[in-house]
């Protein structure tokens, strides 16, 4: 018998040196000095280190969490050619259909196409001839863009410098992206979310551009279409009433817009919220009254901005633009002082070709640097890029032809630089201005080098935390932890004394052990996953309860110390068995279902209740029975 | 030092009455979410963006609702949070292709004479939004499911029945209350949920083992002597165990956040769960077994 509870103490001694050793890694990091891990991080070695810490999850270190999913409609977009209204109307009906009913955006897009009679072959080239097979080219590239989008986001994140990112897929195109412990949030979300699709497109004729814009202005004017006019813009019918007061007056968004938020919003500076607008122009040019010219190119005040650009998005509107052109905004505004002194931030409207001239994939080399001097971003931060031959050899062509006429530098629909083409420029050389600061132009290279994500991605989900509240989180967490923790161990120790001193014993080594497990596993400990501990000790309390009330009862009944013992442990032990089977099934359901944070928590948990089997049962009777063995225990102290 | 001497309480007698008492909150509970009030799903089930931002120098609400407004997000909800100049905005979902995180930081940035720490940033598309919602259902689904096959299978199937019975009743009886006061749904309240779902499973299996235990050793006439003799002899344990998680939760409410409508949640969950292996989960078997036994003769 003595042998063995030997046995027994030399297998908890075993796990607990286990524990001991793998929470060494942790401690440690803990209480090293930030030099230090800096010294450790140049050195090579803090990889391995932090590879054997308990991870803390972004809401306790912050960080950032994204979740970006393929944009499957858009993507099918772009690949076809030759868009009838027929294609264009049965995509965005598979598109519209698949969102609203949760479905497979494929397999909606297969019904459609399958029910009516399109022939896919007139829309894709080199994708095969019958619908079936183009749908499985389709398939299979959208498949291929979801793992090349995450090579280029590795590739960005990588020259980023983020410890320990996290890029995974998750399901068939989406891609979780974690940097844990960012600083610059904003910065990493660019960073990330740029599509960085490079485009070279050559801009309209200014003489095309006045057309529509005159044509713009009649629609919005006649009579018939004044109530339209109101609609675009969402305002009320007699708006020019509320124009006549004064020129150039700057009228309230929500007043032209109609967006009538509560009407407490009016006294929030009606001079800041408004709109730039020459009443008497207006009457006669409601379109081009909210434009401006600036160095000869179309300029729309900031506070026009939104006005322009639901103006340009009005079907009716959008049937009046070349059929082979569009509008693109600007990437920054121009700051410019307007003639009664007062500045004024402008967004350049461009418009240019639908089909770009070049393709940014051509591109080789990206750098950042300062502008040369004599240029005209001289002293400016700028991205110099080259090409290779072929795409050096289009560029030669393209700026040949086009001499006189201005081209778009275009980076995800934005437009950096219009330069006007003065010469062909023969050897793939070109560059973008007019970034803000030399951090800009830096990311900006950083995209260009890896790359433009394959397709249009969308970011469906993004939680991002600041180091200082995760650092508050943290200390909340340990805080309160540690208060009921105390709380439960000092009451169990007055409960059941000597034997409550015991279950406070196997309370402690619980939480050691879900430490050390979590550790071993490189599980997260997040906030919630601290609530799961701190909830596992409440738990890992019930077992002992049940066995100590459970010998009490034996000993009333009259049994000895040791049989009392005996059948309180061999009774209780069926329960707590029934009892906890039934949470670790629910913990198990929360790991799969769950995500992110309620993960967290269900791990702890998990863990907390396989640990409590062992500690709360295995240690306790140990003890018991040790002390039953070694003195002759007439009382038992429960 | 003992808090519960033997005790002799007529726990099942009147369970009549409360099984009527909470079957009639329990139709209130539902009226209420499904009719009248509902329940107020956070930022993962509706999709939207929340933005925690603190300013370097004092900032009144209207101020930062007129910054907001004109960037044409005038539908924000503006809230103080713990401290001064700091903020939560929430901003339903929006139409347009920008992300709203980058929308709303551009328009705070445009307050003059005041820069901000963003705390926090969550933004949930349409899509996930819809996900975590229906997931959140099926987890609580596949528990009970499981739950029913695993008491079934270790008890009767009328313990699993009543078991699964007083589960439903804690989960309707915490939505009630998170419906009737507002308070927000979120993935943290989800995983409470499940956490009540176990507590109380917890409770009601202590029970039912010692109901399964004395109905071999002792032979005690009735079903209803039955379970009274067992649940006073279980009632020390369920009061002790039930005393210990409400401290422990009771301490966590004192955080903030998620930490605190979790620990909400689970104080609601404990002494409801509690009062469910009493007064449903053991009726229920009880009147299953008459049942039985009256068709047996």
Do not use: C
Not at chain 1, 531 to 537: D, F, N, P, Q, W
Not at chain 2, 50 to 65: D, G, M, S, Y
Not at chain 2, 160 to 183: C, E, I, N, R
């Amino acid at each position: 018998m003595f042998k063995k509870n030997v046995v027994r103490f030399i297998l908890i001694g075993l796990t607990l040196v286990l524990a001991g050793y793998s929470l060494y890694w942790t401690i440690a990091y803990h209480s090293f000095s930030d030099q230090k891990i800096e010294a450790m991080r140049t050195e090579g070695s803090l990889e391995k280190f932090e590879s054997r810490i308990i991870r803390l999850g972004l809401d306790l270190q912050g960080g950032m969490h994204i979740v970006m999913e393929l944009d499957l409609p858009k993507l099918v977009e772009t690949l076809a050619s030759n868009k009838t209204p027929q294609f264009t109307v049965l995509l965005n009906e598979a598109a519209a259909e698949a969102t609203a009913n949760e479905e497979d955006f494929f397999d909606v897009f297969r019904r459609k196409v399958s029910n009516s009679n399109i022939k896919l072959v007139r829309h894709f080239n080199g994708r095969g001839f019958k619908n079936d097979d183009i749908m499985d080219n389709l398939e299979s590239e959208a498949k291929d863009a979801v793992n090349r989008a995450m090579e280029v986001i590795r590739n960005r994140v990588d020259q980023f410098g983020v410890s320990e990112p996290s890029i995974q897929k998750a399901g068939k195109y989406r891609i979780i992206v974690e940097l844990a412990g960012i600083k610059d949030i904003a910065r990493a979300r660019e960073l990330i979310q740029n599509t960085a699709l490079l485009e070279f497109i050559l801009l309209k004729d200014p003489a095309v551009t006045q057309q529509f814009i005159t044509a713009a202005d009649n629609y919005l004017k006649t009579g018939q279409h004044s109530d339209l006019t109101a609609e675009a813009l969402n305002a009320p019918k007699d708006s020019s009433v509320a124009l006549k007061e004064s020129k150039d007056k700057a009228m309230s968004v929500n007043e032209l817009l109609g967006v009538n938020a509560g009407g407490t919003d009016l006294e929030a500076g009606v001079a800041d919220s408004g709109l730039v607008v020459d009443e008497e122009i207006y009457k006669d040019r409601p379109f081009s009254s909210l434009l401006r010219n600036i160095d000869n190119q179309i300029g729309v005040p900031e506070r026009n901005f939104y006005a322009v650009k639901k103006i340009l998005s009005n079907p009716e509107i959008k049937q009046l633009i070349p059929f082979d052109s569009k509008f693109l905004w600007s990437a920054k505004t121009e700051r410019r002082t307007m003639q009664d002194g007062r500045t004024e931030n402008f967004y350049i409207l461009y418009h240019v070709n639908n089909e770009p001239g070049l393709l940014g994939k051509y591109v080789t080399k990206a750098s950042a640097s300062l502008g040369g001097a004599g240029t005209q971003s001289s002293g400016q931060p700028i991205v110099n890029m080259e090409m290779n031959s072929e795409g050096a050899r289009i560029f030669a062509k393209l700026t040949g032809a086009n001499i006189g006429k201005q081209l778009a530098v275009v980076l995800d629909d934005k437009v950096w630089t219009a330069p006007f083409l003065k010469v062909k420029i023969p050897d793939g050389r070109a560059y973008i201005e007019g970034m803000g600061d030399m951090e800009e132009a830096k990311d900006i290279a950083i995209v260009l080098r890896a790359g433009a994500l394959p397709a249009p991605v969308k970011t469906i989900e993004e939680r991002t935390v600041g180091p200082s509240l995760g650092r508050d989180s943290i200390n909340t967490g340990v805080r309160l932890g540690a208060i009921a923790f105390l709380l439960v161990i000092v009451f169990m120790g007055i409960y059941y004394k000597y034997s409550g001193l015991l279950a406070d014993l196997a309370l402690i080594l619980n939480v050691v052990f879900v430490l050390a497990i979590l550790s071993v596993l490189q599980a997260t400990l997040t906030l919630p996953g601290i609530a799961g501990l701190i909830l596992t000790v409440g738990m890992a309390v019930d077992a002992n309860v049940l066995i100590f009330e459970r010998i009490r009862e034996e000993i009333e009944k009259g049994k000895t110390v040791r049989a009392a013992i005996d059948t309180g442990y061999g009774r209780a032990v069926i329960t707590i068995f029934d009892a906890n089977l039934t949470t670790l099934f629910s913990a198990i359901i929360l790991m799969q279902f769950g995500t992110g944070p309620v993960k967290g928590f269900a791990v702890t948990l998990f863990w907390g209740i396989v640990s409590s089997f062992f500690t709360a049962i295995f240690v306790t009777r140990t003890f018991f029975n040790w002390a039953t063995e070694k003195w002759v225990v007439k009382k038992l102290s429960i | 030092m003992r808090l519960i001497k033997k005790t002799n309480i007529e726990f099942v007698k009147h369970y009549k009455v409360f099984l009527t008492i909470s079957g009639i909150y329990l139709a209130i509970s539902l009226i209420s979410i499904f009719f009248v009030r509902g329940l107020n799903y956070g930022l993962d089930f509706t999709g939207g963006t929340l933005l925690q931002v603190k300013f370097e120098n004092p900032i009144t609400t209207a101020e930062v609702r007129q910054a907001l407004a004109a960037n044409r997000l005038e539908n924000s909800n503006i809230q103080k949070a713990g401290e001064s100049n700091e903020f939560i905005i929430r901003t339903p979902l929006q139409t347009s292709t920008d992300s709203t995180v980058v929308v709303m930081t551009k328009a705070l940035e445009s307050i003059p004479n005041n820069s901000f720490v963003t705390n926090k940033a969550e933004s949930v598309g349409p899509k996930i939004g819809k996900e975590l919602r229906s997931s959140a259902y099926m987890s609580i689904f596949w528990a009970m499911v499981v739950i029913l096959i695993y008491i079934s299978f270790r008890f009767q199937f009328r313990f699993a029945l009543g078991a699964v019975v007083a589960l439903v009743h804690d989960v309707l009886f915490t939505l009630g209350v998170f419906s009737f006061f507002q308070l927000e749904i979120s993935l943290s309240t989800i995983a409470a949920f499940l956490t009540i779902v176990g507590y109380s499973l917890n409770d009601t299996i202590v029970i039912f083992d010692r109901v399964r235990e004395n109905m071999k050793t002792k032979h005690l006439g009735t079903v209803e002597k039955l379970f009274d003799i067992s649940i006073n002899e279980t009632l020390s344990r369920t009061i002790i165990t039930g005393g210990t998680t409400l401290i422990v939760v009771l301490v966590l409410a004192f955080a903030h956040g998620e930490v605190k409508i979790f620990s909400i949640a689970m104080i609601i969950g404990i002494l409801v769960g509690t009062y469910s292996s009493l007064y449903i989960a053991s009726p229920i078997v009880i009147m299953f077994q008459k049942k039985l036994d009256v068709r047996k003769k």
